[in-house]
Structure formats: structure tokens, C-alpha cells
């Protein structure tokens, strides 16, 4: 596979990495052994999260005796409290020394922005950890372009993880011209949107035109790691028929897709409202007795609360219905609960 020099970190991997948030969905057995099937192929930047629960330790006892061979990320919300316990949990639970990449996850607010850069904030506290040695280089992640373009003009961070695929390409006009002039590294998360195309050829392919980011598909099975290597292993050229089948696929998700933007926010009844519109994305990769029982009750239970007073329709440059998307999801999410439910009586 083609190799990417991740920015100035200067490390260097082959493009096709491995996100570790399905693993969770495994028994433990099972989720190492996919793993194991990723190091096999070559694929060795391995991505997690401190907030995956059972990802870490699962990643970590697949690289027991290789941790010279791989390359770990992971990452802790940008909030101080959190970053302290939580990289010394990751350390343990990963059973490693160090950490080569320590991102400050989800900072997608100018609120959230300003606390990890404060005096003493978050970013402090990975700088003094990366002075002791337990972090190589500090990143950060992103699901909002502006608060992902200030985080990055800052010079802070030396790579940068942001939703990229072909149904969601504002990255490839907004931040990777930043990323490149700067010298930072672009980690592709969501290049199937989220679980939203399943057509991994196309995606991948796609992708592929920007020879100098790492892309993370979550991976839940080992069949999963191998077609997508080989994908990155044939011919990366698009077809004409697969450039037709990305126009249908656009066509067909295109008027309803939510880009994670978060120009629609705030929202006056204070709805998450890209996660609400994304929810069938979580319900893929998240265990589903998580899914159910806490994730999904939480956040359909402040959907409950619209005023239907259509802030967000007028401030979304897609001019989605959101109101009506909102409510098709939680009335999703309630039957699917119920069949939940019902199955496990």
C-alpha cells in the first residue's frame, strides 16, 4: 500500500489505517483477533479512544510484543479533569510506555476551542505529558470546518482528524491546503460517512486522490480489513461506471445528508442536532445495550424537547428539513427500541 508521511510528526504509515470504535461491539476473543488481521495486512496506525470502553485494552493485548511495529492513537475528550485520568488510564489499559498520538477529541465549539488552549486547559496538560515522554506529538479532532481551521492556524497540533469522504468533501478545499502549508497531518475519519455508503470501493477509491492523508474506517469484522486492503492494494483510478454509482449514491442520500457542520446549533431547546440526525451511524458501531439503554434514551429524550421553532432550517447551508428529520429518527430510534426490548425479554 501506498505509505503517508503524517505531516511534521514525520511518521510514516500506510495509507489505510484502523478506527476501534466497532471492536466494542465484539466479545473480547473476537475483537483481538481483528486486530491481529489488521497487523497481518500491514495496516499498523491503529486509532481508539478512551471513551470506546473496551477498544484500548483490546487494541492492547492485540499488540503485546509489537509495540515497536504499530503506531497508537488515541484520544480523551478537551476537558482538563478528563485529560488527566484519561491518559493515565490509557496508558494502562493499552499496556504501553507511550502513545505516539494524543488527540484532544470532539472540540467543535469556539467555547470548547478557547478551554483547551486556556492557561493550565487541557493542551497544558498533554504538553507536560509529552515533555515527561508518555505522548510523541499532540493532535486534535473535529466535526466543525471553522473550529477545526482556528485549531489548526493555532500551530499547536501536528495532525488534525476531521469527517472526509466523498459525500462530505469541505475538507479537501478548507483544510487540507492549511494542513499542507503548515505541515500537519490529515486523518480521515467517517470515509464511508459514517456507515452511511456501503459501497467501500468507491469510498475508498475516492480517497485515494489525496495521496497524502491516513484514512480510519471503523472495523468490526476481519473480512471487513480485507476487502478495503485490497481496494488500497489494486487500482486506485475511479471507473466510469463507479463515478456514476458516487452521483447515484449522492443523489439518493444528498437532499437528507447531514455533514456534521453544526451550522445549525445552537439549538434553542439544546438538541445535539447533527448527532440526532446522524444517530443510525452510532447505532452501527456502538454496542447496542449501550446503544439502548443509555446513548440512545439520553439524547431522544432532549429531540423530545423541539420547540419546532426552525432556527436551525434557517441557519443550515444544505436547507435540510431538520425538524422533519428529527422527528423520523426518534420515531426510528422508538421502534427499533421496542424490538430491542422485546428481544430480549
Known amino acids: 500500500m501506498r505509505t503517508v508521511r503524517l505531516g511534521r510528526t514525520n511518521i510514516e504509515v500506510p495509507q489505510l489505517g484502523f478506527g476501534g470504535i466497532p471492536i466494542q461491539r465484539l466479545n473480547e476473543k473476537d475483537a483481538v483477533k481483528v486486530v491481529e488481521r489488521c497487523l497481518d495486512l500491514g495496516v499498523v496506525y491503529l486509532d481508539t479512544a478512551n471513551g470506546y470502553s473496551t477498544s484500548e485494552e483490546r487494541i492492547g493485548k492485540a499488540i503485546k510484543g509489537k509495540r515497536d511495529k504499530v503506531i497508537i492513537a488515541t484520544k480523551s475528550m478537551p476537558v482538563k479533569e478528563a485529560v488527566e485520568k ?20 470532539g472540540v467543535s465549539t469556539k467555547a470548547q476551542l478557547e478551554g483547551v488552549l486556556a492557561p493550565g486547559g487541557p493542551l497544558d496538560i498533554v504538553k507536560k505529558a509529552q515533555k515527561a515522554g508518555y505522548i510523541k506529538h499532540i493532535g486534535i479532532t473535529s466535526h466543525q470546518i471553522d473550529i477545526a481551521k482556528k485549531a489548526i492556524e493555532t500551530n499547536e497540533f501536528s495532525t488534525l482528524m476531521f469527517p472526509f469522504n466523498f459525500m462530505a468533501t469541505e475538507a479537501a478545499d478548507i483544510l487540507l491546503p492549511v494542513c499542507r502549508k503548515m505541515d500537519i497531518g490529515f486523518i480521515s475519519m467517517k470515509p464511508l460517512a459514517g456507515g452511511m455508503v456501503d459501497k ?59 455533514h456534521r457542520c453544526d451550522y445549525c446549533q445552537p439549538c434553542t431547546a439544546g438538541i445535539p442536532i447533527s448527532m440526532m440526525m446522524t444517530i443510525k451511524s452510532f447505532y452501527k458501531r456502538t454496542p447496542l445495550d449501550r ?4 446513548m440512545g434514551p439520553s439524547l431522544m429524550t432532549r429531540a423530545a424537547a423541539c420547540t419546532q421553532c426552525g432556527k436551525c432550517e434557517e441557519r443550515c447551508p444544505y436547507h435540510l428539513p431538520i425538524r422533519q428529520l428529527v422527528a423520523d429518527q426518534l420515531e426510528w430510534f422508538n421502534i427499533e427500541k421496542k424490538k430491542w426490548d422485546e428481544g430480549k425479554k
Not at 208 to 231: M, N, S
Request: net charge negative; hydrophobic share 40%; glycine share 4%.
Open 200 to 258: 467501500a470501493t468507491v469510498c475508498f477509491k475516492y480517497l485515494a486522490q489525496f495521496p497524502d492523508i491516513v484514512l480510519i474506517p471503523g472495523i468490526e469484522k476481519t473480512e471487513e480489513i480485507e476487502e478495503i486492503h485490497k481496494i488500497m492494494e489494486g487500482s486506485l483510478k475511479l471507473t466510469a461506471a463507479e463515478k456514476k454509482a458516487m452521483e447515484t449514491i449522492k443523489q439518493e442520500l444528498g437532499p437528507n445528508f447531514c
Open 86 to 105: 484519561n491518559l493515565k488510564l490509557s496508558l494502562q489499559r493499552l499496556a504501553v510506555d507511550y502513545i505516539d498520538i494524543y488527540q484532544l477529541h
Open 291 to 294: 446503544f439502548f439503554n443509555e
